[in-house]
């Protein structure tokens, strides 16, 4: 089953689709049409999750810790790393992004929806919490990142001593900014799609391929993410977590890509879930 959001009179409405029409449901879960229905391409789609923040899993495959082997990937790890979107951040599959003047970057990711509250969850019961997974481009512009690095005196892990030392900071002026959570174009189930192995994950700037890999490289699965999420913190029924990116083609290090271009059309796609296509315009 494949539902949608869709905005209709500025109010956000479920669906599902059945060929070239939408179906008005009640909720997520609820299957049954309530009678409306719509032509999907005359239809202006919405992430097809409700409107909340999404936790994003922070460096999830070899490749964005500079090694080729998950098992070296885990180790150095140790275990999934996390921030956080905030929720109006989101826009639909087909909406606008707007860019600094330095300039974004796509991470092609898969985001999963939670059909239950999670807390202390075993494998099992993460497995059986998932509702279902829709596309999702973790927009960052790298560039901006840097305002967020400061100067501070710290103990060097090193030598014990106290120095001045560059402190990189968190993740916010470069992954929380307007627009900058596309997803869609639709909510794909697990009876549809059981699980995320072996999905090939692309992503492309005005047709030039940035990224090309597979959801095989994750490095810790979507039941382990969850396992480690629910025993900091009680996920809420309807929770929306993001497994990682890939990463970059053509790069000397691929867990960076410096923009080439800032506006144009943006593209992520993973096999099997989706694709979203969002135009990317600079704000002056």
């Not at 923040?53 to 098992?71: F, R």
């Not at 606008?96 to 991470?107: A, L, N, Y």
């Not at 096999?271 to 600079?282: D, L, S």
């Amino acid at each position: 089953m494949k539902y949608v959001s869709f905005l209709k009179d500025g109010v956000k409405y479920f669906g599902i689709v059945e060929g070239d029409y939408v179906y008005e449901v009640e909720s997520l879960e609820n299957g049954e049409p309530k009678g409306n229905s719509y032509k999907l391409s005359e239809l202006a789609l919405h992430a097809p999750v409700p409107q909340r923040e999404i936790i994003c899993t922070l460096t999830n495959s070899p490749k964005m810790v500079g090694v080729d082997s998950k098992e070296k990937a885990r180790e150095l790890l140790g275990s999934p790393k996390f921030f956080i979107k905030l929720s109006w951040t989101m826009i639909g599959p087909y909406d606008t992004i707007f860019s600094p003047k330095s300039g974004v970057r796509p991470e092609v990711e898969i985001a999963v929806l939670t059909k239950k509250k999670l807390k202390n969850a075993t494998l099992t019961e993460a497995k059986e919490a998932v509702l279902g997974y829709t596309v999702f481009n973790d927009v960052t512009a790298p560039a901006e990142f840097k305002k967020d690095w400061y100067r501070a005196f710290r103990r060097d892990p090193n030598d014990g001593k106290i120095k001045e030392m560059t402190i990189r900071g968190v993740h916010f002026r470069n992954k929380n900014r307007d627009t900058f959570s596309p997803m869609g174009p639709w909510l794909v189930t697990v009876d549809e799609l059981p699980d995320i192995q072996g999905l090939r994950m692309r992503s492309y700037i005005n047709n030039e391929q940035i990224q090309d890999g597979s959801s095989d490289e994750l490095v810790f699965s979507v039941e382990e993410i969850l396992v480690e999420l629910s025993s900091i913190l009680t996920l809420p029924k309807y929770s929306i977590i993001t497994t990682g990116t890939i990463g970059y083609l053509n790069a000397e290090d691929p867990s960076e890509y410096k923009p080439k271009n800032s506006e144009g059309i943006m593209i992520a796609e993973t096999e099997k879930i989706g694709r979203i296509e969002n135009k990317v315009v600079i704000e002056y």
